[in-house]
């Protein structure tokens, strides 16, 4: 995910980015540039690093010109540096664009255009995207036709804003899969991949949708169908939100937007790994002793990650926390090792510490991470990434959901590679996982349902969440996202654990989450819930089969699916039953206190 923005009117158009790029910056923060022009000439400044810095550093303030793009960067193909970040220029320098969305068949292209004589400075796949439409441009016509033409062989997702010296009273905007929003003023017009960035100048915007391009001129805007160039009647909205609602895209809390962000993110995992996920396979394969290591909600990934491996691949990875692993598993670490550490920030301190001690002992590794360019993807021998785009709420939502999916995937994948199991059913079950962001969808409908159950719920004192195989990490999971941020005291244990001690805490009213797919262990888990409500627990079920109504005093039903796809899903009314109990309480969920979202340090 990126935020771009243009401007073109009277105004000093940097000023008018600057202050875009700032309401942006929850869509990425890695690197920012803006191009701007005058006279003919562009102007560009860009880097790595947040808005604020760059902007004093590099002077973003002084730079000339009443049109100009900027762009913050959450980076996909090339690590956060200078010369990754956008805009990216032609051969010419005459084109400057920004990108917002990853372009599939890059490599080709890039290939192509090297042989025509292009020169590439970055490791991008958004400078492809100018050196193609310099390449069209050739051919004769106008420059619109001809960055219709190159645009039209790219595939992929995208939001462009581009700039060209030659036309100098014009911007154009282009949208296919990514968000692009007109702001339309008087004198004056705006673009950006959400309404807060020019909100302050204008709440009139067109929205444009899949495949349509726009011209921006200072008075004039025109919207285009991709596919024909033929023109499109677009009506004007008028926004009634406020800067800060509109910047959480109308929700109460980034939390509350991401866990809604989670079918796009698990789509975009899906979609960013179905290339690289058989080499990784492959070199997995090649392992007996697996480790995989990780902190928190990151940790409970790697106990899914357990599961799916022994039961499609038949390896069983020893999963530790990074702050045990680095002090109690050196003497068994060696060349014949691989340790797939799992961290959405890539920066976890203790994370980083076993990733480099297994390094030291000659391990292989391979990262899970989801910031780009991140540490953990510089010590790792080998990354995949999660896609989730930037999570702001410090409780991990979107990116437990795709850190499970990339799981699922490469699990899948090394069944695959080795034979593990039956063929026809690794492909019903790939099936089933793409088909995932739509069971997210139906559930997320439940939280109208979800909000009212909080309310009965929200003065309990102790929380409980079981669950059996592969629904033991959920339990953990549904527990530490409770107490993180309603700081209600709740544990996370396999349901046959309950008689072994804890069940001498239950008494009346005592809520009990008790996860129940179908699957091995379902009627298991329904002995433990009757157990427990003999006890007077208060049981909250979530599962799939109308049997749980009988014993449970409220059952979440969820879709039915693979017993193998259920963490992915079964997780999301935990997080948002977490979320409203502690609105409901008074807390802020995005900044829950004494917590950080990334813990740097030991
Ligand atoms: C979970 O909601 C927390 N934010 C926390 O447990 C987190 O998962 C843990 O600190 C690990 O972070 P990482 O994934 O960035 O390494």
């Known amino acids: 995910m990126c935020g771009i923005i243009g401007y073109i009117g009277d105004r000093q158009a940097c000023e008018v980015i600057v202050k875009g790029l700032k309401r942006l910056e929850y869509r990425g923060y890695d690197s920012a540039g803006i191009v701007t022009e005058e006279g003919g000439r562009l102007y560009i400044k860009k880097g790595a690093g947040r808005i604020d810095e760059l ?16 762009h913050t960067r959450w980076a996909t193909h090339g690590i956060p540096n200078d010369i990754n970040a956008h805009p990216q220029t032609d051969c010419t320098g005459k084109i400057a664009l920004v990108h917002n969305g990853i372009i599939e068949n890059y490599r080709e292209l890039r290939e192509e255009l090297l042989k025509r004589g292009h020169r590439f400075d970055s490791d991008t796949d958004t400078e492809v995207i100018a050196h193609l439409i310099e390449e069209e441009l050739k051919s004769g016509g106008s420059f619109e036709e001809a960055m219709r033409r190159a645009l039209l062989r790219l595939k992929g997702s995208l939001a462009l804003g581009i700039i060209y010296t030659e036309e100098p009273d014009r911007l154009y905007f282009v949208r296919n899969e990514s968000p692009l929003v007109l702001g339309i003023g008087e004198g004056e017009n705006f673009a950006a991949s959400d309404v807060p960035a020019f909100l302050e100048y204008t709440n009139r915007v067109v929205f444009l949708d899949d495949r349509e391009y726009a011209v921006l001129t200072k008075d004039s805007w025109t919207v285009k169908n991709l596919d024909t160039g033929e023109r499109i009647e677009k009506s004007v909205h008028k926004i009634e939100w406020s800067l800060e609602m509109a910047e959480k895209a109308g929700y109460p809390h980034f939390m509350l937007k991401e866990i809604h962000e989670q079918p796009k993110a698990i789509r975009d995992a899906l979609h960013g790994n179905a290339e690289i996920i058989h080499s990784v396979a492959e070199e997995i394969a090649k392992y007996d002793r697996i480790f995989i290591v990780a902190m928190g909600t990151s940790y409970h990934a790697g106990l899914v990650g357990k599961y799916l491996f022994q039961r499609l691949a038949r390896k069983v990875p020893i999963v530790e926390d990074a702050s045990e692993f680095r002090y109690e598993l050196e003497d068994v670490i060696d060349e014949n090792t691989l340790v797939i550490a799992i961290t959405q920030s890539g920066e976890t301190a203790d994370t980083l510490a076993a990733m480099k001690l297994a390094k030291r002992k000659g391990a292989k590794v391979l990262a899970i991470v989801n910031v780009v360019g991140s540490m953990a993807t510089r010590i790792a021998d080998f990354t995949l990434y999660t896609h989730a785009g930037p999570e702001i709420g410090v409780a991990a939502t979107k990116t437990y959901t795709t850190q499970l999916t990339v799981l699922t995937m ?3 994948e090394l069944a695959r590679v080795l034979g593990t199991a ?7 079950l790939e099936m089933g996982l793409k088909a995932v962001p739509e069971l997210v969808e139906s559930v997320l409908k439940h939280e109208t349902s979800l909000r009212e159950l909080a ?22 999971e549904g527990a530490l996202k409770l107490k993180e941020i309603s700081y209600i005291h709740a544990e996370g244990l396999s349901a046959g ?12 009213g005592v809520p009990v989450v008790a996860i129940a797919p179908s699957g091995r262990t379902f009627d298991k888990v329904v002995s433990n819930i009757e157990e427990s409500k003999a006890r007077g627990a208060y049981i909250i079920s979530v599962g799939d089969r109308a049997e749980l109504m009988r014993v449970s005093d409220v059952f979440l039903e969820m879709p039915r699916m693979d017993e193998l796809l259920t963490p992915i899903v079964y997780v999301v009314p935990l997080q948002i039953l977490a979320y409203h109990l502690a609105v409901l309480r008074g807390n802020d ?14």
């Open 410 to 412: 490469l699990a899948l």
């Open 589 to 602: 969920p995005d900044k829950p206190r004494n917590l950080a979202k990334s813990v740097t340090v030991e």
């Open 422 to 428: 039956d063929q026809g059913y690794l492909e019903e």
């Open 55 to 70: 902007a004093e550093k590099l002077g973003f303030l002084e730079m000339p010109g009443k049109r100009g793009i900027g």
């Open 497 to 508: 654990e309950l008689k072994h001690g804890p069940l001498a805490l239950l008494e009346d």
């Open 455 to 476: 309310e009965g719920l929200k003065n309990k004192r102790d929380f409980f969440y079981i669950g059996r195989g592969i629904s033991v990490p959920t339990a953990l």
